[in-house]
């Protein structure tokens, strides 16, 4: 069972985008932080502690793609999941995405129940661990 404890960072260059994503997830119980680039994005994860992190291709994909890479690098965040959005036309950044360590990826234009389902995906995993190790103590 998902809880309003599910933290959501977004971390997106496009206002509208951002906007749109920021209010689906806030409509359907979760906590949402946002941000326009992958530093402040850095910054938010010491602080608000993201159990997912939805990163933007859109605009700079190297910078998603490296901004990925750092959150699956550091031991305190390697844990927290990464989706990325992007669109058809950035083949090779899907492949370097999974290969920074993306957990999914998504296409835009966003489909919500697609996007949705997939962060309620993610997110059950994250669950089940910290389940698991508050009962290990």
Do not use: W
């Amino acid at each position: 069972k998902m809880t309003d404890q599910d933290r959501i960072l977004v971390a997106a260059a496009d206002e509208s985008s951002r906007r749109e994503i920021e209010l689906l997830l806030h409509d359907n119980g979760f906590g949402v932080e946002t941000t326009g680039d992958c530093d402040a994005a850095l910054r938010t994860l010491e602080t608000f502690k993201p159990h997912l992190v939805i990163l933007d291709l859109a605009g700079s994909p190297d910078a998603a793609i490296e901004c990925c890479r750092k959150i699956k690098n550091q031991r305190e965040t390697q844990e927290t999941k990464v989706l990325m959005l992007g669109d058809h036309e950035e083949r090779r950044s899907i492949s370097e995405a999974f290969n920074a360590g993306s957990d999914d990826y998504i296409y835009a234009p966003i489909d919500e129940l697609q996007l949705l389902t997939m962060v309620r995906e993610l997110l059950q995993f994250t669950y089940l661990r910290r389940l698991l190790q508050s009962r290990a103590g």
